[in-house]
């Protein structure tokens, strides 16, 4: 932000592409804050509107949405746009990153300055077990499963943005170390999932498959070496079990309940913004969450069928512009991996990390489409 107002005398005209991305993000919140919560108002379900608050969300995702608008007008060239995206978002992560070190340090040495941050250390889906994960990493973003998609982030974006081999190799494993201690299974897909588009796909280089394939059968072993610790008894619950946990029933719930007892004018526009918060503070018994932690979840009962319709369409045109950057890099596929991935456990779509990483892949693909090649292949 600080830098898009920085840059104001450099507008130029709209980007029409990102334009249209910005569009998708916006209009259905348009939609869903006026046809569908007069739908909800006429609906069964009215006393939801008693308990909806939506203006501090629908202020932030307006606020996203004249973010997005600014980057598509400056005029600076993407390539250059694209690394000052990058460099502000990676100190952004390390800034996380060192909080959670420093958590680490309180927690497991004896470190004389204790970690001054409120910290949530929740096993949901394992609540039936009897778990000691009080050693989980949070960092300031106070929860496990709050800072796993921005080291996710920090972790890919030290691979390309730092050129220096050993301080590389030493961000990276700290990423990875911090992302171990918060015994995430959502952060541990997230990693795996990466590496796997990179291993099988991507990398071109023989040398960095047997590097990548090295640091997973590490990870495999270490994971081998705790496997009767509570940490992997809380992670296996998680996955094995999943359709039994309270998230997959967070998710499934309100879903059901829009299309067993929603209007059709709420099937099509949501309920309105935070309307699954609403049903939540108004105890019914169908909404586990007043989120259902998953972005698409979210969207389609708040802003409908209509909402969801544009996110895929936005999510697909990431995607169809990071697949025709694959043969200069395969870093903004990485990152919409990443943006995809951590969106199925993080309905963050109001939040500056979703639109700055839609931001930066659109820069980035830019910049490679136009030859102006930003960032170490």
């Not at 990466?194 to 990548?212: D, E, P």
């Amino acid at each position: 932000m600080v830098f898009l107002v920085s840059n104001l005398k450099e507008l130029r005209n709209v980007d029409r592409s990102l334009a249209l991305i910005t569009f998708l993000y916006l209009f259905p919140w348009f939609l869903s804050s006026s046809v569908g919560v007069i739908g909800t108002m006429l609906s069964s379900d009215s006393s939801a509107i008693v308990a909806m608050s939506p203006y501090g969300r629908l202020f932030n995702v307006i606020l996203m949405a004249l973010y997005l608008l600014g980057v598509s007008m400056c005029r600076k060239s993407y390539a250059y746009l694209s690394a000052k995206l990058q460099k502000a978002y990676f100190f952004g992560c390390m800034f996380l990153l060192v909080s959670a070190i420093w958590q680490a340090m309180d927690m497991y040495t004896s470190f004389p300055i204790a970690f001054p941050f409120h910290t949530r250390s929740y096993v949901h889906g394992a609540e039936d077990l009897s778990l000691d994960l009080k050693g989980r990493l949070t960092g300031y973003a106070a929860e496990p499963s709050y800072i796993c998609p921005f080291i996710a982030d920090g972790l890919l974006l030290s691979l390309y943005y730092i050129k220096d081999k050993s301080i590389r190799v030493a961000i990276v494993s700290l990423f990875v170390g911090v992302m171990y201690l918060t015994y995430s299974p959502s952060g541990y897909i997230t990693i795996a999932v990466l590496a796997m588009v990179w291993l099988f796909g991507f990398t071109r280089s023989r040398k960095g498959r047997m590097w990548l394939l090295f640091a997973l059968l590490s990870l495999f072993v270490l994971f081998l070496s705790m496997k009767d610790t509570d940490a992997m008894q809380y992670i296996n619950r998680r996955i094995d079990d999943y359709e039994g946990t309270s998230r997959f029933n967070g998710i499934v719930g309100p879903i059901e309940h829009q299309f067993s007892y929603g209007s059709r004018t709420n099937i099509l526009f949501g309920y309105g913004t935070k309307g699954m918060s609403s049903f939540y503070d108004l105890g019914n018994r169908d909404f586990v969450f007043g989120t259902s932690n998953t972005l698409f979840a979210d969207v389609l009962f708040d802003a409908g069928i209509i909402g969801l319709i544009c996110y895929v369409a936005l999510f697909l045109l990431l995607f169809l512009r990071s697949i025709k950057c694959l043969s200069n890099t395969d870093f903004p596929l990485l990152l919409f991996v990443d943006l995809f991935v951590t969106s199925l456990y993080r309905a963050d779509y109001a939040s500056l990390r979703f639109v700055a990483l839609v931001a930066i892949i659109y820069s980035s693909t830019s910049s490679y489409t136009q030859k102006r090649y930003l960032i170490r292949k």
